[in-house]
């Protein structure tokens, strides 16, 4: 069962009210990327445990208004954030996130996306044209924010707080991730930005193993269809030489990581092929690019096949025909050249003002490489507007030439629509994708598995997805409890070990082997003040227990009782006695009672041992109304006799009888045996009965 609608807080409460079956229902948010593209952070809650994915900022927004919506949750409930790759949309606002609110749980990235992380947000502070008091987060927050980022290798299984988590390979950049979560046999796949399309140097992204039951998924180009690499490589070739080849020159406004790698790895290809071109300048325009390029070089285990063998040979990542450019003070702008420059999105920085420069010139082309998010000055020139504002307010034509080229490594529909159909999600979730694209690609999916029931969601910003889950509580019975399977109803008795949501059944003996846990046996021993008769003692438990042995046996003679085989009571001194039992609930009860008896009775002995006589006396008089009433049904005249004897009458014979010695005295020696034996078998069978 599944629902969508709007949340007015998800602000963890201090206590519950919910109705049984919300134990298991879970929750997911969009706190952005909902109908949208940028600042992706997805919230979700189950069985009380919480979870975000990704912590990005918008690019075409500056301030507080790039992150998603934090005010709509409580971060100091959220136990663990996953990071899946470093774009600024998806990892940008983490320095704010864990230094200037509450959160205090665990944040997940891989290993490159850590490395890079680093650099690009160091970047992204320094090309920031806002004002201080919009700035977010500086240098030292993202310098605090990497002690608190943990690393997790792909493949690897981590548990936190009994969610757990592991990840895919996502293709996209280095580094990016698939998250894959487990709260109590409940799965979610996440796949953040993901390709399943090999290209230079990344991997394709995986297909999990086995199908999640929700699949958060991007939904970035919709229903479009991406060209074929090698035609959309020719393209881009086609229009740099031409561009050039005719005194111009090329702006490529890139991610200083990611992307840009890509490109620089054709160019770099395509201008060892050409030597007319050789003395045409390539630059990566970064003030990270001698360090993004250390990174790369790093992590050239984590790329594919391809660059791997070339990296036996020589590396890749050493261009012959590009050269660094830290800002635009040190280029000569004198002639055709190609440069890539960050931001991508044209909003500021070095891109920005290279494209102020040249926008003007019929010659000179800027070729949009990726994927560009509405509101920036990038997606505005796609549709090829007739003037421009600069960055001094001044508006002036646009001649320049504008190409969208997307080596964008986001799933197109034919990989989206692959994707679910091998893994077969009975829900989806639509996120990180413009309204318009997301509408049209949830209608066709729609479509497609319209013989299967499959839900398909799309949720806005703040919009909840409610779902409900029936969670059974299963046990693995492992070790030597799994060595026979158990007949039909038969009892299988172990000790029920629960980590986080997962329980096992093992016997004590295999406890410290399948888990962290030994068992061990207390003893516990306490003495209490008591001077009175040992006897009184054992009289009062008599009353309350069953089962008050004295054992033949006592060590040193010592007066000893055992209460229900479980608490040893001994008299080892004439001022206090003592307890022994071996700690376990049932024995912490009776030792408890006992203590409470013998305190008792130490608050008035006196009426204790007046309550004993008067027990005693009630006891004796009971048995003889008893031996009086069964010889009365044996004999028939029975009456009482002088000194507490009874006198029986059968026939003319008449019998003396001592009920308490048990002697008979008789002339009739018949009658005398008859009685005699009456006498015994009635006192053996009073005898155990407490009266």
């Not at 948010?29 to 990704?54: H, Q």
């Not at 022994?580 to 305190?599: E, G, N, R, Y």
């Not at 005693?616 to 004897?645: H, I, P």
Request: hydrophobic content about 40%.
């Amino acid at each position: 069962m599944a629902s969508t609608g709007a949340a007015p807080s998800l602000k963890r409460k201090d206590s519950f009210s919910a109705a049984s079956r919300e134990g298991d229902q879970l929750i997911i948010t969009p706190l952005g990327a909902g109908n949208e593209v940028g600042r992706s952070c997805v919230y979700m809650s189950y069985k009380n445990k919480t979870i975000l994915f990704d912590c990005g900022i918008h690019p075409a927004y500056s301030g507080m208004a790039a992150l998603p919506y934090f005010d709509e949750i409580d971060p100091s409930t959220i136990d663990v954030l996953l990071v899946t790759h470093f774009h600024l949309d998806h990892a940008a606002s983490l320095p704010y996130f864990l230094e200037k609110t509450t959160f205090k749980g665990k944040v997940f990235m891989t290993h490159a996306t850590k490395a890079i992380y680093r650099l690009l947000l160091s970047d992204y502070v320094k090309v920031s044209k806002v004002s201080v008091e919009d700035m977010l987060y500086d240098e030292g927050d993202i310098v605090r924010s990497m002690d608190k980022i943990e690393v997790i290798d792909f493949h690897q299984t981590v548990e936190v707080n009994g969610i757990r988590f592991w990840c895919y390979t996502a293709g996209h950049v280095l580094g990016a991730a698939m998250f894959m979560v487990d709260i109590a046999g409940l799965r979610v796949l996440y796949t953040g930005d993901y390709s399943r399309e090999e290209d230079r140097h990344l991997r394709a992204a995986e297909t999990p193993q086995f199908s999640p039951d929700i699949c958060i998924i991007e939904s970035t180009y919709g229903v479009q269809l991406h060209q074929p690499r090698t035609v959309r490589e020719k393209r881009f070739t086609d229009v740099v030489h031409n561009t050039v080849a005719s005194g111009g020159r090329v702006l490529i406004p890139a991610f200083a990581l990611g992307r840009a790698q890509e490109l620089l790895l054709i160019l770099d290809e395509y201008w060892s092929a050409h030597p007319e071109l050789h003395n045409i300048p390539i630059y990566y325009a970064s003030p990270l690019a001698k360090r993004c390029m250390a990174v790369y070089q790093t992590y050239i285990n984590a790329m594919n096949e391809r660059i791997r063998s070339q990296f036996e040979g020589s590396n890749p990542f050493d261009f012959k025909h590009i050269s660094p450019l830290k800002s635009i003070e040190n280029f000569e702008d004198v002639g055709p050249s190609v440069v890539m420059a960050s931001p991508s999105g044209l909003q500021s920085g070095l891109s920005r003002q290279l494209f102020d420069i040249w926008c003007q010139d019929k010659k000179n082309a800027c070729i949009i490489p990726g994927y560009v998010v509405e509101g920036t000055l990038a997606k505005t020139i796609i549709n090829e507007p007739k003037d421009v504002t600069l960055m001094n307010g001044l508006t002036v034509p646009l001649n320049m030439q504008v190409h969208y080229i997307s080596f964008s490594a986001h799933a197109d529909f034919a990989q989206t629509s692959a994707f679910l159909k091998e893994l077969m999600p009975p829900n989806i979730i639509l996120v990180h994708g413009e309204a318009n694209e997301m509408g049209r690609l949830k209608q066709k999916l729609i479509t497609q598995f319209s013989n299967q029931n499959v839900k398909i969601m799309s949720p806005k910003n703040c919009q909840t997805v409610e779902m409900y889950f029936n969670s059974e509580k299963m046990a693995k019975a492992i070790g030597r409890l799994a060595e026979k399977t158990p007949e039909v109803g038969e009892i299988v008795s172990g000790l029920l070990v629960k980590k986080g949501f997962t329980y096992q059944i093992m016997a004590p003996e295999d406890l410290p082997v399948f888990s962290q846990l030994s068992t061990g046996n207390i003893t516990q021993r306490i003495s209490i003040p008591y001077s009175g008769a040992f006897s009184v003692i054992k009289h009062r438990l008599l009353q309350i227990y069953e089962s008050v042995e004295s054992p033949d046996d006592a060590e040193d003679q010592v007066p000893t009782l055992i209460v229900h085989e479980r608490v040893t009571v001994k008299q080892e001194a004439s001022t206090y006695v003592t307890l022994l039992w071996s700690s376990d609930p049932m024995s912490d009860m009776v030792s408890d009672s006992v203590v409470a008896v013998i305190m008792n009775i130490n608050r008035d002995p006196s009426k204790a041992i007046a309550s004993e006589a008067r027990m005693k006396e009630e006891t004796e008089r009971t048995a003889e109304k008893v031996v009086s009433a069964l010889l009365v049904s044996l004999f028939g005249n029975v009456k009482a006799g002088e000194e507490g004897k009874m006198v029986v009458t059968v026939d003319g014979n008449v019998a003396h009888v001592d009920s308490k010695s048990g002697d008979v005295e008789c002339e009739n020696e018949g009658l005398k045996e008859r009685v005699r034996t009456a006498l015994r078998r009635i006192q053996s069978a009073i005898k155990p009965i407490p009266l």
